[in-house]
């Protein structure tokens, strides 16, 4: 059957507009030209695609997002053939990560078409210089742009004119090795509304990270990866634009942009010497509002104003002078003295730096000793050293709730213990690519009593009994992912005396092969039963195993699933024993499970698994046709 397309390319290049959006630099580029496609009626049924699907796409409009992640297998440009000769498309949301396809008309047509488009991400996606002309008004609507994994083709002058149009982006993750600063300084020249960046680009420096920390005054998140030319700089203005006086009047008692005066009593000087120009100008002023500005008033009762708290002089206006009485002129509200004390100060609450091995430790301890409010830090890379955490060892970090440490092999035992010590509020902790012993996590257990999060990955040297004893004791547990700690073993759930009942997400993913690989389905049973009866409120489970031994799942897997009452999601991702009947029995026996992950399998094929989604509308059954090495990696797979 043949199969018509429309074609991709057209001879002419359209004319440009000669407005501010016009690039003085265009580089030299073929002679064709993306163009959008128009809408053409379908005459012929010679796409292979069903007619439903048509009608589902040229309908459109009532869909704001379609998920492509579970037809990633199924996917074809005809797909996107037709949804772009809809018109009326009103998708929200779009995200393309785990779709692999390049930059063609018919994803040109689409966006063009999505006028409500308020998110996109892309992934390993080249877009042409030529398109980025017919795509500014989509870009200038977006809230959230996700480019990553560009390709090198892609370079600074095919990002510029993007950045220029994302006047109302607030959140943007840029990766790409050929973004160098020319491109990356308009994201404080245009993205004045940012909250939250994440850049990885290995030639920006520190004029770039100046640039936007001094302009964007609403950015509150940095991430900061393999970025290998910043310096010490960085950190130094990092510390510069975030770093709240402690001991100025906290912000939460200060209006907007008052966070940079000195103390409170120059701003209480500040607004008397305005609010006294302000009355003796006007001519409506009572007496008494005129005694309560002048200096004689302070004298009087025999208080000064190093005599008043802070808070009481705040508005010394507020009490005696009621802003009506003022002339129409000065009849301001009380914030608006404060308007032009200074731009507002942000507060950092995420930090990451991880591989700006360029940047010594001993800035960065500077730069986090000054946070006072930073709430989620993730740090990586050789530079992160007992000297960049020596300011953790040494004060109480009550505001640090969410921590992370990727390869980081300089930090000793010694160090760690001290910082669980002074962390003892924190919520999540990531551990991946390490070599601390047990006095690290024996301290887990005791100090990190809130923890609610727990994640281990590449840690060789955790044992059965230290896991045991952070499951014991931190009650408030709810999610615990374990990839490839190669010391745990299967017992690791038998042995509990006291369930963690809060448990609700359990990932255990192995690589090596065990000693116990001979013990047979009767150890892998008594695996899955210790997992069922300890973990009752489970909502999500994933199990693998990616080398030679294998998953630890009995025959009767949909009994044991079924006690799970919860359960919402599970995964199993290699060679597992299941087959049609199984997930019938899943969707007959389990109302609250929602999707099941399977990886290759000889009881299920391609065609049974979309035969049975076309039937039920849960669960939801998705294979994984690739092994997945790690959690990021499944993060991407399922996002």
């Known amino acids: 059957m043949s199969i018509r397309r429309s074609s991709t390319m057209r001879e002419k290049p359209p004319s440009r507009p000669t407005g501010s959006h016009s690039l003085a630099h265009t580089p030299s580029v073929s002679s064709s030209y993306l163009v959008p496609t128009p809408y053409r009626p379908v005459q012929r049924r010679e796409y292979g695609i069903p007619f439903h699907g048509q009608r589902i796409y040229h309908r459109g409009q009532l869909i704001r997002g379609i998920d492509f992640n579970f037809l990633t297998d199924s996917l074809t440009l005809h797909h996107f053939e037709i949804l772009a000769r809809s018109t009326r498309i009103g998708f929200r949301t779009l995200d393309l990560r785990n779709v692999r396809f390049p930059f063609s008309e018919n994803l040109l047509a689409i966006l063009v078409a999505c006028t409500s488009l308020r998110e996109l991400s892309l992934r390993d996606i080249h877009i042409p210089f030529e398109a980025i002309e017919y795509l500014e008004p989509c870009f200038a609507a977006l809230t959230v742009l996700r480019l990553n994994d560009c390709p090198d083709a892609m370079e600074d002058h095919e990002l510029t004119p993007i950045l220029k149009s994302c006047s ?160 129409p002129s000065f009849a301001i509200d009380r914030y608006s003295t404060y308007a032009n004390l200074g731009p507002p100060v942000g507060k950092l609450r995420s930090l990451e730096l991880v591989n700006c091995n360029s940047i010594r430790p001993e800035t960065i301890n500077r730069l986090l000793k000054s946070q006072s409010t930073l709430e989620h830090l993730v740090l990586g890379g050789i530079s992160i050293t007992d000297e960049a955490l020596e300011s953790f060892t040494q004060t109480p970090q009550d505001h640090i709730k969410s921590l992370s440490l990727l390869n980081c092999g300089e930090i000793s035992d010694e160090t760690m213990m001290a910082v669980m010590f002074n962390c003892e509020h924190l919520a999540k902790l990531r551990i991946f690519g390490s070599h601390f012993t047990l006095r690290t996590f024996n301290s887990i257990s005791m100090h990190l009593l809130n923890l609610e999060e727990l994640h281990l990955e590449h840690v060789p040297l955790i044992m059965n009994e230290s896991l045991q004893e952070i499951l014991l004791k931190c009650t408030l547990l709810k999610s615990l992912k374990l990839w490839h700690c190669r010391s745990l073993t299967h017992d690791l759930f038998t042995d509990i005396l006291t369930p963690c009942n809060s448990l609700e997400v359990l990932e255990y993913m192995d690589k090596l092969p065990r000693p116990y690989i001979g013990d047979g389905w009767a150890a892998q049973v008594r695996f899955l039963q210790s997992i069922v009866i300890r973990f009752e409120g489970l909502r999500v489970l994933r199990l693998t195993k990616l080398g030679d031994t294998v998953v630890p799942v009995p025959l009767n897997l949909v009994s044991y699933l079924c006690q799970l009452d919860r359960l919402e999601s599970f995964t199993i991702l290699q060679n597992p024993r299941i087959d049609y009947t199984d997930l019938s029995d899943l969707a007959a026996n389990h109302k609250t499970l929602l999707l099941v992950g399977v990886g290759p399998s000889k009881g299920l094929t391609g065609q049974q698994i979309n035969s049975f989604n076309d039937s039920r509308h849960q669960p939801n059954v998705r294979i994984y046709r690739r092994p997945v090495e790690s959690s990021k990696e499944l993060e991407r797979y399922m996002s």
């Not at 245009?190 to 302009?215: F, K, R, Y």
């Not at 402690?246 to 010497?273: E, F, S, V, Y």
């Open 168 to 327: 109302q982006v607030k959140l943007l993750e840029i990766q790409g090795e050929s973004f160098t600063d020319v491109s990356l300084n308009w994201i404080g020249t245009t993205c004045l509304q940012l909250e939250s960046l994440m850049i990885d680009s290995p030639s920006m420096t520190d004029t770039v990270v100046g640039h936007i920390a001094t302009n964007c005054k609403k950015l509150w998140n940095w991430h900061l990866v393999n970025c290998l030319r910043l310096q010490d700089e960085t950190a130094e203005a990092l510390e510069e634009i975030y770093t709240v006086d402690p001991k100025a009047t906290p912000l939460h008692q200060l209006p907007r942009g008052a966070g940079q005066l000195p103390n409170a009593l120059q701003t209480n000087k500040l607004i008397d010497a305005v609010f006294s120009t302000s009355a003796a100008a006007a001519s409506s002023i009572s007496a008494t509002s005129s005694t309560v500005s002048s200096p004689s008033t302070s004298s009087m009762s025999g208080h000064s104003d190093l005599d008043h708290h802070p808070s009481s002089l705040q508005f010394p206006f507020d009490h005696h002078l009621h802003p009506d009485h003022l002339h």
